[in-house]
């Protein structure tokens, strides 16, 4: 793969692994706290938490911070850290601590002391200043490391992230434990900029988003769609060798549907609201709503007939669209979308054929996974949170599914974590959890037992001796959504897609106008060809159409001369392999389809 990182990366621990880096974090954030407050002293403070990577502080100040002041607040704290500070630590009481606030005159203060519990601890930095804080931290502002913090951003956010609150200032920072720590952070800050899926899904033409269509909601270009179709073509592919039957379904449906299958009940507020003709049959909560899953419509066609155990295992497979209502503040490119493609498929099979299935579904997942390059995973069974009363089912129901995923996993021998309160509402599910390079976590496919939902809709299977009993389903999605997914591939290769994936495989370049006809003609040759061929007929220097193509990230690219044309050659370069030099026509076409065909480079 051409985008891996080189050299054996840092391995960077998120704060809830460190105690050590909690301390750092939590004390660096009151150093900071403490420098604002002695440059401006119109700031208060409210609160200043650790994140995973770092820490931020809120403050009320009446304008807001630039970069210079920054800069400034930093070198304060450089001063303080240097001046090595004790921090220590002070038990109060409610009232001792309500009037030293009050001496402050901090009223943010005041409304945090009113929320916390005892016991009420002060920290102090040296004799010069305080904040109420439950710790830890570290023991001296010496154990900061100077060279090992930096400041990152301002930004508003409202007191309580509440937007009728007042607005407030806050500062990103981040600290650890060294300098290198430090400088693998920044530069995978900068490696996830650079390959950031909205930044490059734009330059690459893949997908855009609208105003007038929606939040959340991709339209997908020329291009974009191009991966799109070569994904699911793929899928289906290896579906079909493995016995799943397509389906297509609608994309609205009775509410009563819903009803049936619990997603009214529990699932509601993830949905778009009903449409309904008229007052009357709103009133009747008669109308129609966007799927937010696939499965009801599915189980309609496996209900069409009565179905007997030698049709069993049945796995229907949709590449189906569901709309989802997800709040707005959470929509960012194509990893939190409301309308999205599930390469969604059900499976009904008798209790008997639960785990075979089971482990097929696996194997289906995992060799996709390995098609994608994505080898980074590990697998995380999502179970239900016994406290809570979210789930439909019986508790028998539960156990007996979430036995049939843990036993399966183990005879497969995958490694796995248990996470409980992560299942669906109607059943348990495996879910497989990617690292991408930069060490940042995804969900892709997942795998569902679903024992409820055969229950609710009744459905039923004759056995060989003619009793009626009751299927098991599957509900399985490998790539999760075509628009995480890709998303998701996007960053993992930073536009650099393999040639089977890539939407242009080759473009050819022609160095004068001599050629263009040639190049034209070739390229419509090869896309009768079913290689994705295009010619620049932008007219460019031959050195821009070079770096055209490169930005473009087409994976091969060829040249064509005076000499090419008379030798019926090209001159091909290759962002796998660089330059390969003059290659027969007919020689890059077989090794282009070859290499398409294998899922290889050129
Ligand atoms: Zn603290
Ligand atoms: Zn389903």
Known sequence: MPTAIQQEPIRLPRTSESENL????????????????????????????????????????????????????????????????????????????????????????????????????????????????????????????????????????????????????????????????????????????????????????????????????????????VL???????LKQEQLKRGYLPVVTPHIARVDLFKISGHWQNYQEDMFPMMAEDEQAAAAEQGFVLKPMNCPFHIQIYKSELRSYRDLPMRLAEFGTVYRYEQSGELGGLTRVRGFT????????????????????????????????????????????????????????????????????QTIGMEYFEAPGEA???????????????EREWQLGTVQVDYNLPERFDLVYTAEDGSRQRPVMIHRAPFGSLERLIGILIEQYAGDFPLWLAPIQIRLLPVSDAQSDFVQELAAKMRSL?????????????????????KQKIPVMAVVGAKELEENTLSIRTRAGGELGAIPVAEVIDKLKEAIASQSDF
Request: proline fraction near 5%; charged fraction near 30%; aromatic fraction near 10%.
């Open 22 to 225: 909690k301390k750092i974090r939590h004390t660096t954030s009151h150093v900071m706290a403490m420098a604002v407050q002695k440059l401006f002293p119109k700031a208060q403070v409210t609160i200043g938490p650790w994140t995973e990577n770092g820490f931020y502080y809120d403050f009320d100040h009446p304008e807001p911070f630039t970069e210079k002041d920054l800069k400034a607040i930093k070198k304060e704290m450089i001063k303080i850290i240097n001046q090595k500070l004790p921090v220590i630590r002070e038990r109060v009481s409610r009232a001792e601590a309500k009037q030293r606030i009050e001496e402050l005159g901090e009223t943010y203060k005041l409304e945090i002391l009113e929320g916390i519990e005892d016991p009420i601890t002060l920290y102090h930095l040296g004799e010069q200043w305080w904040d109420l804080c439950a710790g830890p931290h570290v023991e001296n502002t010496a154990e900061i490391d100077p060279k090992a913090f930096d400041l990152e951003s301002v930004a508003g956010a409202y007191w309580r992230g509440d937007e009728n609150n007042p607005q407030l200032q806050r500062i990103y920072g981040t600290a650890w434990e060294t300098p290198e720590q430090l400088a693998e952070y920044k530069r995978r800050k900068e490696e996830a900029l650079r390959r950031d899926h909205r930044k490059l899904g734009k330059e690459l033409g893949l997908f855009i988003f609208s105003d007038s269509v929606g939040p959340g909601l991709p339209l997908w270009t020329p291009k974009g769609t």
């Open 228 to 234: 799109r179709s070569q994904l699911e073509d793929f």
């Open 342 to 409: 599930v390469d969604d498929s059900h499976l009904f099979v008798t209790p008997e054929q639960l785990e075979d299935e089971f482990h097929s579904v696996v194997d289906l997942i995992l060799s996709v996974f390995k098609s994608l390059q994505l080898t980074n995973f590990k697998a995380r069974l999502s179970f239900r949170d016994p406290e809570s009363d979210k789930y439909i089912g019986s508790d028998e129901v539960w156990e007996k599914a979430q036995n049939a995923i843990r036993h399966a996993v």
């Open 424 to 438: 669906a509402f109607y059943g348990p599910k495996l879910d497989f959890i990617f690292e991408d390079v930069l």
């Open 530 to 550: 079913s290689i994705r061929a295009e010619a620049d007929t932008s007219r460019e220097r031959l050195g821009k159409m070079i770096r055209n193509g490169e």
